[in-house]
């Protein structure tokens, strides 16, 4: 455990490692700028080893004096009678009413095995009418360890906050006596009088504490630090105190950073927080200790047992039941990450980071990371990330997500998502799952799921193989009753579409449609297509009704709005009802003198060689005294980069009198154009429209 500028010396003791710090702050604390109270019992930076003197290291120089009936025995100052004072220091500037604006404090406690409660540190004077304090209950029981903070006010309701009832067990406590480490914290902001603080243990928060905001603040100038009991009262924790901590200038430290520096803190101690079975915590070291390896925030087990050949485990642990447990391990490996765990017979298996995974017996697996992941099938096997999934197949493979699982088979493969799995009811080989959430392969081989929501593919007996969903919601193939093999069959998208019973279905998409049992080679699309019968195509449209197929290799299309259909290719526009003439293209020009209107029609596309179309054009002047008529046909065609335009009048003029106005084709480049010419000092009107259109593409 390294330092800031500090001298490190090391020993060993019954078989343990020794460090001894003496200096500055440990390396590592989060925010250590805004450190401005730091005493270390086993430090020789705080306390030498004799006399009274104890020293602040934080550079405040608020330092402080043992009174009478307090001595260091194990690297903590212990308190053994009810009128030992503790450790009194005399505050420097910094520390008066710490609290307001946002302030962090933590006390590393040695517990030695009694219960009970008390102070850990306060600023209270002998009266208990200003200032604040940090208790703590110990109970050496899962939930009976909580810390007590209070905040005293001048004269009216003080503020107390307990952590009670749900608070996290000082782990490695023993109920019979010996020396164990824990910590307690608070983050606190006073400067408004409805904040609560937070509470924790061993850097975790327990609960949302309970309590009563004061009414009223009290100032803490003047008075004293004191480590254990208050001047001049009579109550005394049931435990040492090792270590005692406060950031200042506003900081309050995230759960995370609270955990971090706890961790610190279990590395510099060798145990905090865990429990090594035998081994006893001394301030030089662990005695009687297997050799431990430390690397940073918390502590690992002893090496592997007999029978693990060829193992590394580099891992930190709050819990020695993890590691590399059982026997008959060869070759597996925990490189970091916490509690995490290869049992017994995970050969060649590794665990490359995280918190709580777990490699069973299984041979070649490996978790790259992630939490509470598990693999226990036989054969290689990989989890990528993510939280909670689980591979009981083999060479399967959950690249991430949560609550995956890959049950049964082999060579399965889950993406992402939440909540998916493949093979809950039987072998199921190498399926995908692309990502989504609650998606099921029940059981088959070789299907596909993209994504999406709640889609399943398989039947509890039958095996359902080669099928494939691409997305959308509630989509099923293969799913009801018994044996309803539905394979080679398709599905989209779309929501709630179901194939059962069929094989080589296809629903491109849509809502409720299905295709039955026995509907084989069955197409259903659009809304509540319902295909009962082989080779039946079926086409529904929006209608919220069944529309079912009526017989074998059935064509089928419902669509209530009319059906229209085109048999000649061109530019724009839209078909309309059948038996009238689309129109293609409507104009509009008028001509007040001789001077030539031209408009472009229309376009070559790059790729198109000829063109062929109709077009009826209506002129009148605005006397309404002349009409006429027209029809030509206009063809229009590509050879080389020319393009050559002509047209055919195919009706004679209504009203050959308004022979003066004339209309004429051609092109600028690949634009098809009407020249139309009008006559002088008349005003015409000229609409035009387009009634039947065809073209060829070039090779």
Not at 575 to 602: K, L, Q, S, Y
């Amino acid at each position: 455990m390294g330092c800031c500028g500090v001298n490190v010396d090391g020993g060993v003791a019954g078989g343990g490692s020794s460090t001894t710090i003496t200096g500055l702050v440990p390396a590592g604390l989060p925010h250590p700028e805004d450190i401005i109270f730091y005493v270390d019992a086993s430090n020789a930076g705080s306390y030498p080893g004799s006399g009274t003197d104890v020293t602040d290291m934080s550079g405040n120089a608020t330092d402080g004096t043992l009174d009478g009936g307090t001595a260091v025995v194990n690297g903590s100052f212990v308190f053994d009678a009810d009128n030992a004072k503790g450790v009194s220091f005399t505050k420097n500037a910094a520390l008066d009413n710490v609290f307001d604006g946002g302030a962090t404090l933590m006390t590393v406690v040695r517990l030695d095995g009694n219960t009970g409660s008390g102070r850990f540190v306060s600023t209270e004077n002998a009266g208990d009418t200003t200032g604040w304090s940090l208790h703590g209950v110990i109970a050496f029981s899962a939930d009976g360890n909580f810390p007590v903070f209070v905040r005293r006010s001048a004269g009216g309701t003080d503020g107390s906050w307990s952590g009670s009832n749900a608070a996290l067990p000082l782990r490695g406590a023993p109920s019979g006596g010996g020396n164990a480490y824990g910590s307690f914290s608070v983050t606190y902001d006073d400067s408004v009088l409805s904040n609560d603080p937070t509470l924790s243990v061993n850097g975790q928060r327990p609960n949302t504490p309970s309590g009563t905001n004061p009414s009223a603040l009290g100032s803490d100038v003047g008075s004293d630090i004191i480590i254990g009991n208050r001047n001049g009262g009579s109550s005394n924790p049931d435990c040492d105190s090792r270590i005692t901590i406060i950031w200042g200038n506003g900081r309050i430290l995230t759960q995370s950073e609270q955990l971090t520096a706890h961790n610190v803190f279990a590395s510099l101690l060798n145990q905090i927080g865990s429990s090594p079975g035998t081994a006893t915590v001394e301030s030089d070291g662990l005695a009687g200790a297997p050799h431990l390896v430390r690397i940073g925030g918390l502590m690992q087990p002893p090496e592997p047992a007999s029978g693990n050949d060829g193992c590394t485990d580099l891992g930190l642990y709050s819990d020695t039941g993890k590691g590399i447990t059982g026997s008959g391990t060869t070759g597996g490996a925990i490189l970091s990450g916490r509690d995490n765990e290869l049992e017994g017979g995970a050969d060649f298996s590794c665990v490359v980071s995280g918190q709580t995974n777990r490699v069973g017996t299984s041979s070649n697996g490996v978790i790259a990371g992630g939490t509470s992941n598990t693999i226990t099938g036989g054969g290689p096997n990989f989890i990528g990330a993510g939280q909670s999934n689980n591979i009981t197949g083999v060479t399967s493979a959950v690249v991430a997500g949560s609550s995956n699982s890959c049950s049964s088979g082999t060579g399965d493969i889950i993406g992402a998502g939440s909540f998916n799995n493949i093979g809950t009811q039987g072998v199921s080989d190498h399926n995908i799952i692309g990502a989504g959430f609650d998606i099921g392969i029940i059981r088959g081989s070789k299907n596909c799921i993209v994504g999406g929501d709640t889609h399943r593919i398989g039947a509890f007996s039958a095996i359902t193989s080669f099928v494939f969903i691409g997305g959308g919601q509630a989509n099923k193939i293969g799913v009801i009753g018994g044996n309803e093999q539905s394979d080679w069959s398709f599905i989209g998208g779309g929501k709630t579409n179901e194939i059962n019973g069929a094989q080589y279905g296809v629903i491109p998409g849509g809502r409720e449609n299905d295709i039955t049992d026995g509907a084989d080679y069955g197409y259903a699309a659009g809304r509540r297509a319902q295909v009962d019968h082989a080779g039946a195509y079926l086409w529904s449209d929006s209608t919220d009704q069944d529309e079912d197929s009526n017989r074998v290799n059935q064509h089928k299309v419902v669509a209530t709005g009319g059906v229209a259909e085109r048999t000649t290719v061109g530019f724009g526009g839209d078909a309309t009802d059948p038996g009238e003439a689309p129109e293609r293209f409507n104009g509009h020009a008028t001509t007040t003198d001789a001077t030539p209107d031209v408009t472009t029609i229309g376009t070559l596309a790059t790729n198109q060689r000829t063109m062929m179309f109709e077009v009826e054009i209506h002129s009148s002047r605005d006397t309404g005294t002349d009409f006429r008529f027209d029809k030509f046909v206009v063809t229009v065609y590509r050879t080389g980069g020319t393009v050559t335009v002509g047209s055919e009048s195919v009706m004679t003029p209504v009203d050959p009198s308004a022979s003066g106005v004339t209309y004429s084709f051609g092109n600028t480049g690949d634009n098809v154009e009407i020249t139309i010419t009008g006559v002088i000092s008349e005003n015409w009107q000229h609409t035009y429209k387009f009634t039947r259109q065809q073209g060829g593409l070039t090779s």
